[in-house]
C-alpha cells in the first residue's frame, strides 16, 4: 500500500516547456512537502504547502485538501531544473514526530 | 552555516565487516533520522531520535543500531554488513515544532 503516489514517474521535456508533476496521497496531512534531489546530490525541501498555491521562482506547488492531490508546475523548464522530484506528507496529522511517507520520485530530464 | 553533514560520502564493504555512518548538524535541530533510498522506492525511514537519549525504530531497522549521545550527532551503525544494505542513506534533522526536514547529502554504501 502506498500512501503517496507520483506520476509520471520519468519525465522528459524539451527546454522552455511547461511541466507538471502530480502527487495524490491517502492519510490526512497538515502539510505536504515537494523536495528536489539532483543527480549525485542531497535532498533539498522546494516547498512546504497546506492550502492553495506557493511560487517560487519557476515553480509552482498547488495543493487540494479535499481531493488529496498536489502539483509542481515548472514554467520556462531549463536542463538544470533535471533532478528528481518527491512528494512528502507526514505520517501524522499533527506537526510533532516529523515522520513522513515519501513517494518515489519522478525522475524529469530537460533537454537543451 | 553547515546544516546537516554526513560522512563519509561514499563506502564499499565486504559482507560482514561494520562501519558506521556520521551525521552531525549545527542547528540545534531535536529531531532527526536516518533514511535508505533504494531504486524504485521511496525514501524509508531506518531510525529517529527526538532528543539526546532517545531513539526509536522506523519503519526498516533491521541491521542498523543508532545512538544519540548529543544534540548535534546521530551515528548509524551497520553491525555486520550485508549485500541488501546495499543503498544510498540520508541523514536529516528537523525543529521538533516544524515539519520540515533538511537532509544531508547523502551517503553511497556498497556492500559486495
Known amino acids: 500500500k502506498n500512501e503517496v503516489e507520483q506520476s509520471p514517474q520519468n519525465l522528459t521535456a524539451q527546454e522552455g516547456e511547461f511541466i507538471t508533476i502530480n502527487c495524490s496521497y491517502s492519510?490526512?496531512?497538515?502539510?505536504l512537502h515537494w523536495l528536489q534531489q539532483h543527480p549525485g546530490g542531497g535532498i533539498v525541501s522546494l516547498f512546504m504547502?497546506?492550502?492553495g498555491k506557493k511560487k517560487h521562482g519557476r515553480l509552482i506547488a498547488t495543493i487540494n485538501i479535499q481531493e488529496k492531490h498536489s502539483s509542481l508546475h515548472i514554467t520556462a523548464s531549463h536542463p538544470r531544473d533535471s533532478a528528481v522530484y518527491i512528494c512528502a506528507v507526514p505520517s501524522r496529522p499533527s506537526n510533532t514526530g516529523n515522520q513522513f511517507y515519501f513517494g518515489t520520485g519522478t525522475s524529469l530530464t530537460v533537454i537543451p | 552555516n553547515a546544516g546537516v553533514t554526513q560522512t563519509p560520502k561514499f563506502q564499499v564493504l565486504k559482507t560482514g565487516q561494520s562501519m558506521t555512518l556520521q551525521c552531525a548538524q549545527d542547528?540545534?535541530?531535536?529531531?532527526m533520522s536516518w533514511y535508505r533510498q533504494d531504486p524504485g522506492m521511496g525514501l524509508r525511514l531506518i531510525h529517529y531520535s527526538v532528543g539526546a537519549g532517545i531513539t526509536d525504530q522506523g519503519e526498516v531497522p533491521n541491521g542498523y543500531n543508532v545512538s544519540r549521545s548529543t544534540t548535534e550527532d546521530f551515528p548509524l551503525r551497520l553491525l555486520s554488513a550485508a549485500p541488501s544494505q546495499t543503498s544510498v542513506y540520508f541523514c536529516a534533522s528537523s525543529p521538533i515544532t516544524k515539519n520540515i526536514q533538511y537532509f544531508g547529502a547523502g551517503t553511497r554504501l556498497s556492500v559486495l
Open positions: 492519510v490526512g496531512i497538515s502539510a
Open positions: 504547502l497546506s492550502s
Open positions: 542547528m540545534n535541530h531535536e529531531y
